[in-house]
Nanobody, 123 residues
Framework: VQLQACGGGLVQAGGSLRLSCAASGRTFSSYGMGWFRQPPGNEREFVAFISRGGGSTSYADSVKGRFTISRDSAKNSVYLQINSLKPEDTAVYYC?????????????????WGQGTLVTVSS
């Protein structure tokens, strides 16, 4: 599976963005999908997860109520709607496909990663 993330950009605090992640291959629906982010100078951190069928989602506490993960299997895509952006949301955002069972917040359960898309939030 190859993943291509896009949709990042420069936005003012309080604004919104919609990140997209397009997957190649016909087995997209077989994977749980996650979004992670890496703020400048910090480690990669979990943002959100959606199950293979889309019926289950989970979020980092820092983004609950502001971020929404969704997927469209017909388009082989997963999305991250980001609202009420804060300067601390500034990061490179990565999508990832789950290849083994485990806790969704753990990077090691994901075997495929997109190249990342930069979100910069100005105050």
């Amino acid at each position: 599976v190859q993943l291509q993330a896009c949709g990042g950009g420069l936005v003012q605090a309080g604004g919104s963005l919609r990140l997209s992640c397009a997957a190649s291959g016909r087995t997209f629906s077989s994977y749980g999908m996650g979004w992670f982010r890496q703020p400048p100078g910090n480690e990669r951190e979990f943002v959100a997860f959606i199950s293979r069928g889309g019926g289950s989602t989970s979020y980092a506490d820092s983004v609950k109520g502001r971020f929404t993960i969704s997927r469209d299997s017909a388009k082989n895509s997963v999305y991250l709607q980001i609202n009420s952006l804060k300067p601390e949301d500034t990061a490179v955002y990565y999508c990832a496909a789950q290849i083994q069972s485990g806790v969704a917040t753990t990077p090691r359960i994901y075997g495929y990663w997109g190249q990342g898309t930069l979100v910069t939030v100005s105050s």
